[in-house]
């Protein structure tokens, strides 16, 4: 994952001047969605710094290239979605948040969220304005002109915001180590048609007192309740249930099947008896994968110099000093130091060096679930994943004795779901800002576009999961655009709103006066592969 931050708020209004971009095109069915430009001559989408083009992107400057990134999100989703009514994002370029090894990349959200509008298809729950509209039918007075706010970080890649790692223009997904601005839009777009609650993750309170549309379809696996049934505390309870918290919408849950690939990263204590069970683990994205079999030994804690490269004797970041009790058996290192000095990959070297057959790389942050182990190295022929602080407490307990353990991968359990192939939404302990629950669990294989950090083996203009999930809020398909879903509808490629069949055969009026049909727009649902 990049090291890099995404944040996940509704923008505040923005007071800029406006310059109305060409909509993306309206096809068969599909959205018009607008950008809006708010920025100020000479500035975000209105700089004139001279560009290349690049990867697709025919921009001459670099305000062009942003806006023609930008246009092509907005094309990619308004060919997968349908509404009769435009969809206009009010869009920025800003300085925000950053330093030299780390920046806030960009946020989108909802300018507005309703209830109880004339077409709402479930009472007393809250919409992102822009469903409002589909699902109404119509611009209603109340929804405003602007359905969805976003501002994005113009300095990124400078020496002082994440130094090195500029936004990536083009269209082609060719990105390197840059940060590629059309796959951060889609999925900050992704937000603002919905994807997101408006709970108070730390109170457990609804805002405005009224369950969200994605609230509805969030379940806690512990009670067996979706979170409109469960109390404010009950909620707030949940909020941390690590990986015990799912989407339990039928299109999401129906996606996942076919797009998570099997295997989940488990840790199994085999002995002692007192601790036996599975762990919870992060995977790595180095060194062999972990198997069905698995992998078992013993596990001794590795010892190392304190030094410059780490202050710790447990930190596996100089050569092992202990490596003639370390070969043929699991290394347990600790996380740290995070200078930047000591990567996870210079662990598992260390480890291997010395004769490890496995690395287990205990946190040293509290928190829940572990995180995946980054980093490259085809050096490392060695297994490692990475276990949190409290559970690498437990293991260094055992080890006197004689704690033995086995890494492997669950294949019965798809990557990034529970048991019964739910996909997991990202329930941490403590609550990540901006990060937990509307997103996917970062365990999730392959990568999804909803998870809380961009990932950079993310597939050309795919939105995998993301689309079923915003079907299940009420995106539902509509091709001719009538206020009625393509599944229910008997007449799918002529307007036929109050499903007129005079003689009561199925087919609606409509379709049996004209014959013609219109192709579906947009290609099926990409998922992402290996």
């Not at 057959?357 to 990475?386: C, E, H, K, Q, Y």
Request: charged letters at 15%; one cysteine or more; aromatic letters at 4%.
């Amino acid at each position: 994952m990049k090291p890099t931050a995404l944040t996940r708020v509704l923008p505040a209004a923005i007071a800029a001047v406006f310059l109305v971009l060409a909509p993306a095109a309206l096809l068969a069915g599909g959205a018009k969605i607008t950008i809006v430009n708010g920025n100020a001559p000479g500035v975000g989408f209105n700089d004139t710094t001279p560009a290349a083009p690049v990867g697709g992107n025919t921009g001459t400057t670099v305000g062009a290239q942003r806006l023609i990134a930008f246009q092509r999100a907005a094309t990619i989703w308004g060919s997968l979605l349908d509404s009769p009514v435009e969809i206009r994002i009010q869009a920025t370029f800003s300085a925000l948040d950053c330093n030299a090894v780390s920046a806030v990349l960009g946020s989108a959200g909802p300018a507005l969220v309703v209830s109880d509008f004339p077409g709402a298809r479930v009472s007393g729950t809250l919409y992102p304005v822009a469903l409002a509209g589909k699902q109404a039918g119509t611009r209603d007075p109340r929804f405003g002109t602007t359905d969805i706010r976003a501002n994005f970080n113009m300095n990124l890649g400078t020496a002082n915001c994440l130094a090195g790692v500029p936004w990536y223009y083009g269209l082609d997904n060719n990105h390197g180590a840059a940060v590629d601005l059309v796959h951060v839009l889609l999925h900050e777009f992704g937000h603002g048609l919905g994807f997101l609650t408006l709970v108070d993750l730390s109170s457990g309170l609804e805002s405005m007192a009224l369950p969200d549309i994605f609230e509805r379809n969030i379940l806690d696996i512990n009670s067996g309740k979706t979170w409109p049934e469960l109390s404010p505390a009950d909620r707030a309870v949940s909020v941390l249930n690590t990986r015990h918290v799912v989407w339990n919408g039928s299109r999401g849950r129906a996606a996942a099947l076919t797009t998570l690939s099997p295997g989940t990263p488990v840790l199994t204590v085999n002995s002692p008896g007192n601790i036996a069970g599975d762990y919870l683990a992060g995977a790595a994205s180095f060194g062999p994968h972990l198997t069905n079999s698995g992998l078992s030994g013993q596990v001794v804690l590795a010892t190392d110099a304190a030094d410059t490269l780490g202050p710790s004797t447990t930190d596996g970041c100089s050569p092992l000093t202990n490596a003639s009790a370390i070969a043929g058996k699991i290394a347990l290192v600790d996380r740290g130091p995070t200078n930047g000095n000591c990567t996870f990959v210079l662990k598992a070297r260390n480890c291997q060096n010395a004769g490890a057959i496995a690395v287990l790389v205990a946190d040293n942050v509290a928190g829940s679930p572990p995180s995946d182990l980054g980093g490259a190295d085809d050096s490392v022929t060695i297994p490692a994943i990475r276990i949190t602080l409290a559970d690498g407490a437990t293991l260094r307990a055992g080890i006197a004795a004689g704690l033995n353990v086995t890494l492997r991968l669950n294949t019965a359990v798809l990557a990034g779901a529970d048991a019964t192939g739910r996909p997991l939404l990202n329930s941490t302990n403590p609550i990540i800002s901006g990060s937990s629950i509307s997103h996917w669990d970062t365990i999730a294989f392959p990568n999804l576009l909803m998870e809380p950090n961009i990932n950079g083996d993310l597939p050309l203009d795919s939105v995998d999961l993301t689309l079923p999930v915003l079907q299940d809020i009420g995106w539902f398909p509509d091709l001719d655009l009538d206020g009625v879903p393509d599944d229910q509808d008997n007449c799918k490629n002529v307007a036929n709103p109050d499903q007129a069949d005079v003689n009561h055969n199925g087919i609606g009026d409509p379709c049996e006066r004209f014959k013609t049909k219109s192709p579906r727009h947009g290609a099926p649902r990409g998922v992402k592969t290996h």
